[in-house]
């Protein structure tokens, strides 16, 4: 089984900036899809970032444009850049492997408001 530690998150007004980040405690980033989930209050766990061993990338529609994925130099540490936040973004940030079942860390909350 692999834990993960998701950081970065806290209030951030609409149109601000956030980096968060994830650990996990086997090295596992260079070798699985990887993903940043997010779930809003009231609302189910979605997928918005995607990134394959290969370096290919998706998003969510409601977050192309203004969100990027990406893993440090080693591939210790995974990101997810997010820019343009909007109030709908406001949700608990959670990292994960896409296509295989690990355990959900604790996420880091985003709430984005005035």
């Known amino acids: 089984q692999v834990q993960f530690v998701e950081s970065g998150g806290g209030l951030v007004q609409p149109g601000g900036s956030l980096r968060l980040s994830c650990a996990a405690s086997?090295?596992?980033?260079?070798?699985?899809?990887m993903g940043w989930y997010r779930q809003a209050p009231g609302k189910q766990r979605e997928l918005v970032a995607g990134?394959?061993?290969?370096?290919?990338?998706s998003y969510a529609d409601s977050v192309k444009g203004r969100f990027t994925i990406a893993m440090d130099n080693d591939k210790s540490t995974m990101y997810l850049q997010m820019n343009n936040l909007k109030p709908e973004d406001t949700a608990v940030y959670y990292c994960?492997?896409?296509?295989?079942?690990?355990?959900w860390g604790q996420g880091t909350q985003v709430p984005v408001s005035a």
């Open positions: 086997r090295n596992i980033f260079s070798i699985y899809t």
């Open positions: 994960n492997s896409v296509r295989q079942s690990f355990s």
């Open positions: 990134t394959t061993n290969g370096g290919s990338t």
